[in-house]
């Protein structure tokens, strides 16, 4: 069975940092790994996401300020997220693309609150 472990969230006042971590099992082969993440009443974004290529995207609003990474068992992702603000408030969801379906697959979500 496919199951993706989420830790790190919690609560950050603004300005702080957390480390959220996703590990992957189950999947023979991972073409991609990226979080997500979904605010009350808004619709789910892309935050990060990184390739089996290292190829990495961000959305605009966490440049310069978020860094996604891969563990060196390939099957890990990582989320750095400094100098955090309230609007990055929303649950994170860990994403992993199959390299052989391109099936993707979720986590079930942890919740990042930044609040002073």
């Known amino acids: 069975q496919v199951q993706l472990v989420e830790s790190g969230g919690g609560l950050v006042q603004p300005g702080g940092s957390l480390r959220l971590s996703c590990a992957a099992s189950g999947i023979i082969s991972i073409y991609a790994m990226g979080w997500y993440r979904q605010a009350p009443g808004k619709q789910r974004e892309l935050v990060a996401s990184i390739t089996s290529g290292g190829n990495t995207n961000y959305a605009n609003s966490v440049k310069g300020r978020f860094t996604i990474s891969r563990g060196n068992a390939k099957n890990t992702v990582y989320l750095q997220m400094n100098s955090l603000k309230p609007e990055d408030t929303a649950v994170y969801y860990c994403?992993?693309?199959?390299?052989?379906?391109?099936?993707?697959?979720w986590g079930q979500g942890t919740q990042v609150t930044v609040s002073s």
């Open positions: 994403n992993a693309k199959s390299g052989t379906t391109r099936y993707d697959y």
